[in-house]
């Protein structure tokens, strides 16, 4: 607990940029931060995994999973930009003067560190292109960094039984448990706040809105530690603590977003299905 007054300041800039560029930021500008984060991300998925394996460059990862992630905004040019990336990645491979085993080795790191934080970071910028864009990412965060702290607190104080000894030795069941709740806590009212921005033509009944905003904030939170756990995965693979320490402390960029990831294509698809399309 020394570094909690770090934590806390580091949170405070962080939740004071979030709710700028969310908020009150152009689009040119949340499409950049956007861009930033997952080229953070993706750097720090292809340093973890180039302690334990052979990936060539770091840039390639990079570049592939920005020109993916851009492609959003492109989505005709989808089919052959995709083939050229993955003919791209094979020669990338190919061309290495390594042995066939680290070739192989560059030719799955290359792919899984760009796919893996590119395909679900993306979503991000088809959410806030929806209706009331802006509510729905902080209904999302909002949902999202309850979870974390009911976790962590109530894990601190009535944690027993350990969720994933192997991959989180700290998390433990009544962590998840307290996430869950204080998840359908903030979701009630946040949800309510999205649906009415965004239900000009659904006319939703107030009842069966509230039932959707416990089941959504227990989802999101059971997610959340889903994509915890995933990111856990990748760091106990690889042999190190954080992830990066770009945020004092908090480590990385990824460590701060792990839980998001599994939440944004959920979130984003749930509204679009749900009604609240593209103006």
């Not at 560190?113 to 292109?129: N, Q």
């Not at 192997?166 to 204080?182: D, M, N, R, V």
């Amino acid at each position: 607990m020394k570094d909690l007054p770090l934590r806390i300041i580091s949170a405070a800039v962080l939740i004071a940029g979030t709710v700028y560029v969310v908020g009150f930021a152009p689009s040119w500008l949340f499409v950049a931060v956007q861009c930033l984060m997952l080229a953070g991300m993706i750097w720090e998925v292809a340093t973890m995994l180039e302690k334990k394996y052979y990936i060539g460059s770091k840039l390639a990862p990079v570049a592939g999973g920005l020109t993916w992630n851009l492609l959003h905004f492109y989505p005709k040019y989808e089919g052959p930009v995709l083939t050229g990336l993955l003919l791209g990645v094979l020669c990338f491979a190919m061309w290495q003067k390594r042995e066939m085993p680290q070739r192989l080795e560059c030719l799955l790191t290359v792919l899984f560190a760009s796919a893996y934080p590119a395909i679900l970071w993306r979503p991000l910028l088809g959410l806030r292109e929806l209706q009331a864009g802006d509510l729905l990412i902080a209904h999302l965060i909002a949902i999202n960094f309850s979870t974390d702290s009911g976790a962590y607190f109530a894990g601190k104080l009535f944690g027993r039984h350990q969720l994933s000894p192997q991959l989180s030795p700290k998390k433990t069941w009544e962590g998840l448990a307290g996430g869950a709740i204080l998840a359908m806590i903030v979701s009630f009212p946040m949800t309510h706040a999205a649906v009415t921005a965004i239900d000009a033509h659904l006319s939703l009944p107030s009842a069966w809105i509230s039932v959707t905003a416990l089941l959504l904030g227990i989802v999101i939170a059971l997610s959340g530690q889903a994509s915890d756990l995933a990111e856990s995965l990748l760091k106990r693979a690889s042999g190190v603590k954080d992830s990066g320490a770009i945020i004092p402390g908090h480590g990385g960029l990824l460590d701060r977003c792990d839980s998001l990831l599994f939440n944004i294509p959920l979130v984003y698809y749930y509204w679009f299905y749900m009604g609240a399309r593209t103006p």
